[in-house]
């Protein structure tokens, strides 16, 4: 049979691969800060780790100012080297195989887009095969809450056989995890990224 066609047939039994990655202290570390603001008073300063478990206050409000910033990412963001090779890896594969790959964010909208992917091209990470999710569009009230309905959507597509997410905080991990029962004939694998860049399986 042609490969090709192999191949479609494939997918519309829903035998694809997916993998997720998380972006901010899992492929680059950043010096970027979340502000936390009363009015227009600054009130706190958040790392992305900080941020993804801080739950707002009375008349706090989050300032993602310098998460927007295109240019701030692209001349600071440090690359973790052991994930940035995992990942070239893993989406080589996901073409050659037609599986595929997305980075899920939990940033929003990025002010200048070809800047930003550029600091993945710059990594040697062909990102013009992985589609980038930003997560911080959806507007929970945490950065799992977004990327459970990010997870939801894919799954619901009904292609996927197998998901599995890299990321760093463990709360976004547990949030893919939680939807075996609701899709049973998926397999799901979590890894927790460690500061060196090497990985935990979370079950």
């Known amino acids: 049979m042609n490969r090709n066609i192999l191949q479609l047939i494939l997918e519309a039994r829903g035998n694809k691969g997916l993998t997720m990655f998380d972006i901010d202290e899992t492929l ?6 979340v502000k936390v603001k009363t009015g227009r008073k600054v009130v706190k300063l958040l790392t992305n780790i900080e941020f993804n478990s801080y739950k707002l206050k009375d008349g706090e409000k989050f300032d993602f100012g310098e998460f927007k910033s295109a240019k701030r990412f692209n001349q600071t963001a440090t690359p973790i080297a052991k994930m940035i090779a995992k990942a070239k890896a893993i989406i080589k594969n996901a073409v050659a195989k037609g ?4 980075f899920v964010t939990a940033r929003a909208d990025m002010d200048d887009r070809e800047l930003f992917l550029d ?3 710059a990594q040697g990470i062909d990102i013009d095969n992985v589609h980038v999710v930003r997560a911080g569009n959806i507007g929970l009230d945490s950065a799992a809450k977004n990327k459970e309905v990010v997870f939801r959507k894919y799954l619901r597509d009904g292609k996927y056989k197998r998901m599995r997410l890299f990321d760093d905080h463990v709360e976004n991990l547990y949030a893919l995890l939680k939807l075996r029962d609701e ?11 460690k500061k060196d860049g090497s990985t935990k399986k979370v079950r």
């Open 99 to 102: 599986s595929d790959v997305i």
């Open 119 to 121: 600091t993945f091209r």
């Open 183 to 193: 899709f049973p004939d998926v397999t799901f694998e979590a890894y927790r990224v």
């Open 28 to 33: 680059f570390r950043s010096d970027a800060r």
